[in-house]
């Protein structure tokens, strides 16, 4: 496998994001927007697949490596072999590799699974995303419990804490296909790092409208009822399954406002505590991760005034095997904890 030897100047002196993304973005989303029928929705991880190939048509700079998960049909590979790389099962190496690459003026993206991105090349993140500041996007399926039956070593339910505790990374964890073609837009755009959270096989319709170019902080699903922001619970979605927790929540109570939130990292969620103050002063956060470095501690570290409380996977460990829906349950994660929870906090 050869690399596309980037012209020296763009390998020499990386663009600057400001200069890159307006632009760009809007003409990717509207080209996107128009290339995706409406009824094919793709998982995330597919998502990821499809927009950054459609990228790099266009984008020479754009890289895929892959550690053992490429399948015998990866579309990136089979457009563009030249900028294709399996690394095998070495996720730190990888991320390394990758490190190096995006301080020469490459644009790399790199997935593996979510606990071996977050947990085993922990290092490599710290050093080379977070320490030297490396454009480099990393996609991590499998995220949560969605490899269910997989077991605990396929498991990812820290990352948010271990990736969140790291300066200088965007974390995302978009809800449906749109979203996620959203983020990786900006992600290849912006060249700054990434760590871009998923699912498995999960394909949910989705919040984001398809020819939206850009992610808000705060995505406002339903405002709340007749009563009053200040005396009703607002629902903060994080992720496919706690989107997906909070949309059957509001079908139950449609009283209930709700916000759903993509970006993670410290930056993004001070912006929007902010926005969320605004309106209510009762939270209830719904995500598939620990309770501790979760978004709920983080937002309530951060809302020092309003009350907020977690709906999440808890602190135990699932010992039985089953799909998904029953790996959540067995750890208490589902739509009957989310109604118990948001009346605890109506009663604060």
């Known amino acids: 496998m050869t690399l596309t030897r980037l012209p020296a100047d763009r390998a020499e002196h990386p663009e600057p994001a400001a200069s890159a993304e307006p632009a760009s973005l809007e003409a990717a989303a509207a080209e996107a927007a128009a290339a995706v029928p409406e009824a094919a929705v793709l998982a995330g991880r597919d998502a990821y697949r499809a927009e950054l190939t459609r990228l790099a048509r266009t984008d020479p700079r754009i890289l895929c490596l892959e550690a053992d998960l490429g399948g015998r049909s990866h579309p990136f590979a089979e457009e563009h072999p030249d900028r294709f790389f399996n690394l095998g099962i070495a996720e730190g190496a990888m991320i390394d590799m990758a490190a190096g690459l995006a301080m020469a003026g490459y644009r790399p993206f790199v997935s593996t699974f979510a606990p071996f991105a977050a947990l085993r090349a922990a290092e490599s993140l710290k050093l080379g995303l977070g320490y030297l500041g490396a454009g480099v996007s990393v996609v991590a399926p499998y995220a949560g419990v969605s490899g269910a039956w997989f077991g605990t070593t396929h ?109 993670l990292d410290q930056e993004h969620l001070a ?51 089953g799909d998904h829906e029953h790996v959540l349950a067995e750890l208490g994660l589902d739509l009957a904890a989310v109604l118990d929870a948001a009346d605890r906090a109506a009663r604060h």
Do not use: K, Q
């Open 155 to 263: 498991h990812c339910l820290e990352d948010l804490a271990v990736v969140g505790s790291i300066p200088g990374v965007t974390i995302a964890a978009p809800y449906g296909e749109a979203e996620m073609r959203a983020v990786i837009r900006s992600a290849a755009a912006s060249g700054r790092p990434h760590y871009i959270r998923t699912g498995r096989n999960a394909t949910p319709v989705g919040l984001h409208p398809a020819a939206d170019a850009a992610v808000p902080v705060v995505r406002w699903d339903a405002l709340g009822g007749a009563a009053g922001a200040e005396a009703e619970v607002c629902l903060v979605s994080v992720g496919e399954v706690g989107t997906e927790l909070c949309l059957a929540a509001r079908a139950m109570r449609p009283e209930l406002a709700h916000a759903h939130l993509c970006y």
């Open 271 to 321: 912006t929007a505590a902010a926005e969320l103050a605004e309106r209510h002063s009762r939270f209830l956060v719904v995500e598939e991760h620990r309770p501790v470095g979760g978004v709920a501690a983080g937002l309530a570290l951060l809302m020092p005034r309003c009350t907020v409380i977690g709906a999440n996977a808890g602190s135990t460990w699932p010992s039985g095997g």
